[in-house]
């Protein structure tokens, strides 16, 4: 289904984990400081760390704050690496290809319920409060989770009726590190499970951008979501070798977000003028 009839512009920021979310920021700001805005995107779909970035761009909140703002320890944030085990091994079930995605899917959401993840409440706690926006933007803004109990994709937007907070907590909510979100008697996980990107999503669109922090390892599935939604105009941004070693291997470790705010900022100085070949018509 698409969501678009006129020419726009849309913007898919991937998942990544906290380092996702800092190279994330980084790009975005080494893209404005070099003249090449995105928060005029006429809709924005947001992923696991995308979300974050995505609530941020789109409320229209200065970025150069949420690019300072990965060299600090934050409010509510963990203080050390969280280990994300459990998590490379749900998502490695992904990748056989010889049972139907959707059955994997719920397999990994029952195992996400069953894991000891900690208190539901202080996950949601612990994302409001590194959110510095408290309601939907009114710029489109849609927001990815998948539900535990039959693998089923779900996009949450204004119109959701859902608090912008417990959108973005269930989009973060990586299967068996951090606990399922409750959201209307349903319990949700992280949207990375459908997709790193879920770029798809922006099928119609005419212009298309994905940001995806941890694009190659998915690049395959990327170049399908990009491909059936056939826009006239695509480019897909991953971390380059600089960043890929400034985010490291544990992309829920706090202490590289500092690190890959940087490398996001050098990368996307770099990139200005790709970006602006297809975002400036």
């Not at 726009?8 to 404005?32: D, K, N, Q, S």
């Not at 320890?73 to 992904?94: K, Q, S």
């Given at each position: ?51 974050v970035v995505g609530s941020v761009l789109a409320a229209g909140l ?78 489109s803004l849609r927001i990815t989770a998948v539900d535990t109990a ?27 590190v951090f606990p399922p979100v409750t959201i209307d008697g349903k ?95």
């Amino acid at each position: 289904m698409g969501y678009f009839s006129v020419m726009t512009r849309a913007l898919v920021l991937g998942g990544g984990g906290m380092t996702g979310i800092a190279w994330e920021f980084g790009i975005l700001g080494g893209l404005a400081r070099a003249g090449v805005t995105l928060d005029d995107a006429d809709t924005i779909v947001g992923t696991s760390a995308g979300s974050v970035v995505g609530s941020v761009l789109a409320a229209g909140l200065p970025l150069e704050d949420a690019v300072a703002a990965q060299t600090t320890a934050g409010p509510g944030g963990p203080p050390r690496a969280v280990d994300i085990t459990p998590a490379m091994a749900a998502f490695a079930m992904l990748a056989d290809r010889s049972r139907p995605r959707a059955e994997i899917m719920a397999e990994i959401g029952r195992m996400a319920l069953a894991a000891p993840t900690g208190d539901e409440q202080a996950h949601v706690a612990r994302l409001a409060a590194q959110l510095p926006v408290a309601d939907w933007p009114a710029r489109s803004l849609r927001i990815t989770a998948v539900d535990t109990a039959d693998g089923a994709p779900a996009v949450f937007d204004p119109s959701s009726g859902v608090p912008l907070h417990l959108a973005v907590a269930a989009s973060c909510a990586v299967p068996c590190v951090f606990p399922p979100v409750t959201i209307d008697g349903k319990r949700y996980m992280d949207g990375g499970v459908r997709s790193g990107t879920n770029a798809d999503l922006a099928e119609g669109a005419t212009v298309l951008l994905v940001i995806a922090p941890i694009g190659g390892l998915i690049r395959p599935l990327i170049d399908r979501e990009v491909e059936k939604a056939g826009a006239a105009h695509t480019l897909i941004i991953e971390p380059d070798e600089a960043a890929l070693e400034a985010i490291g291997p544990n992309v829920l470790d706090p202490s590289r977000r500092a690190v890959a705010v940087e490398a996001g900022l050098r990368q996307g100085a770099a990139l200005a003028e790709a970006v602006r070949k297809i975002w400036v018509q």
